[in-house]
């Protein structure tokens, strides 16, 4: 057994749920492309949640072959939660993700592995340039992907695909939470790794199970974007959106009731009859942007608060180490 010091070459980290059928053909694939390399190797399975015959596979598997690792959740978590767990666990100079259906090839490790070792990237991005997904899936990725690069100003493609190389030092300094697994070069980027690489990969259909990823998930990842979209732009710095929209609106507000204000005072000096101030419609649009301007900062000053204390986002409970 390895212990936490020993380094390694490769680890492979793979999240999978309900992937029985895949886990013993993908696993002996692995294990062929590492010998043939002739590397030391670990392949991490985080079963996460699955209630099929899984975790069992998982167990067999790790019995007949040490480098075999299993980690298994309490319950489903998500994806990102699975990788961030298999993240923690991994030795490897490199680390290598994979989904467990066999949509992803093993084949391309030595590639990947290639490009972080002797190219120094910080990370290589598969790039499914043809895939096997149905219009459903491959469409709204199409919006994803063309948003994300905008935000971040990362040139890549395929920012969701499953099949990514990292140094060891990447997975470690990141924290993928929610649905961020779609965003992980974003978060690389912000983390400081700046040398992000992308990689053509084959893709396949899926040969056994169904996708996990349904309409839910879609609406999940969508509020992930809008807040990595929040981060990219103000990062820690929330005040400085809520902040400087509350001051404007309270700016307005008080300069609309300065101008009634004043304006009522120069009736009364000049003796003339005038309305009330609470009769005109201005009083009330300022009085509500003073008001609304008051309780943006306040939100500003409050996402600040939670920003600094950094609550750790991942709550997931492990049931098993193998
Ligand atoms: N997965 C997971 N937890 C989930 C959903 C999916 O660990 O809650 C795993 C799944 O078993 C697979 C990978 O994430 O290994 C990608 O899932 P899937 O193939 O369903 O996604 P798709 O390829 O359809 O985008
Ligand atoms: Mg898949």
Request: with cysteine; hydrophobic share 15%.
């Given at each position: 057994m390895l212990s936490k010091t020993d380094k390694i070459d490769l680890s492979v980290v793979v999240p999978l749920y309900n992937?029985?059928?895949?886990l013993g053909e993908l696993t002996a694939w692995i294990v062929k492309v590492a010998n043939e390399l002739q590397i030391s190797y670990e392949i991490i399975m985080v079963d996460d949640g699955s209630n099929d015959d899984s975790w069992n596979v998982v167990r067999r598997l790790s019995e007949s072959n040490p480098c075999v690792k299993g980690i298994r959740f309490r319950r489903n978590y998500g994806k990102s939660a699975a990788l961030h767990c298999g993240f923690l666990q991994a030795v490897g100079d490199v680390v290598v993700t994979m989904d467990?259906?066999?949509?992803?090839?093993?084949?391309?490790i030595p590639e990947l592995m290639r490009m972080i070792?002797?190219?120094?990237?910080?990370m290589v991005s598969g790039w499914k340039k043809k895939r096997f997904d149905p219009p459903g899936k491959t469409i709204p990725s199409r919006i994803f992907n063309y948003t994300a690069r905008k935000v971040?100003?990362?040139?890549?493609?395929?920012?969701?695909?499953?099949l990514k190389a990292y140094k060891n030092e990447v997975v470690k300094s990141i924290e993928v939470y929610g649905e961020m697994h779609r965003y992980i070069p974003i978060l690389a980027k912000r983390a400081g790794f700046n040398k992000i690489g992308e990689k053509i990969v084959h893709h396949r259909e899926r040969k056994y199970g169904v996708t996990k990823f349904g309409l839910e998930r879609f609406v999940r990842g969508f509020l992930d974007l809008m807040s990595i979209m929040f981060i990219s732009r103000f990062g820690n710095r929330p005040m400085h959106l809520f902040g400087s929209l509350g001051t404007l609106t309270f700016i307005a507000g008080f300069l609309a009731a300065l101008w009634l204000g004043l304006r009522k005072l120069w009736f009364v000096y000049q003796g003339i009859e005038a309305p009330l101030v609470t009769n005109s419609p201005y009083f009330y649009i300022s009085l509500t942007c003073m008001i609304l301007g008051t309780q943006l900062f306040m939100a500003g000053f409050i996402a600040e608060l939670v920003g600094r204390t950094r609550p750790d986002r991942n709550n997931y409970q492990i049931r098993e180490i193998l």
């Open positions: 992937e029985e059928e895949s467990a259906d066999l949509q992803d090839s093993p084949d391309e070792r002797e190219e120094g990237y910080d971040s100003g990362i040139r890549l493609h395929d920012f969701n695909c499953g």
